[in-house]
Nanobody, 124 residues
């Protein structure tokens, strides 16, 4: 089992920045990929960014490219999401996820482990 705990959400004005953190514990050695997803009210949970836990593979949804950066600190077992130039449409609950299997990395159903979510609100 892997446990994930997110932090760093909040309320920010458009154009501002936030940094989300996701602390992993448990069988972290088994993780192959970690990602960030978000879910706006009344909408499905959507892919934001993902990166391999040990390798260099990284990808982002087009709408956040150039604004968000996903990074990791393996020594601290922590995943980060630096969010700059935030827009009102970025408002959502952001979830950290991890998996130890293959499959389409932007499909949330391929991730076995999830955090509780952290709220991000961007005001205009």
């Amino acid at each position: 089992q892997v446990q994930l705990v997110e932090s760093g959400g909040g309320v920010v004005q458009a154009g501002g920045s936030l940094r989300l953190s996701c602390a992993a514990s448990g069988r972290t050695f088994s993780m192959s990929m970690m990602g960030w997803f978000r879910q706006a009210p009344g909408k499905e949970r959507d892919f934001v960014a993902a990166r391999s836990w040990r390798g260099g593979s990284i990808d982002y949804v087009d709408s956040v490219k150039g604004r968000f950066t996903i990074s990791r600190d393996n020594a601290k077992n922590t995943l980060y999401l630096q969010m700059n130039s935030l827009r009102p449409e970025d408002t959502a609950v952001y979830y950290c996820a991890a998996r130890n299997s293959g499959g389409t990395y932007y499909d949330p159903s391929t991730y076995a482990y999830w955090g509780q979510g952290t709220h991000v609100t961007v005001s205009s």
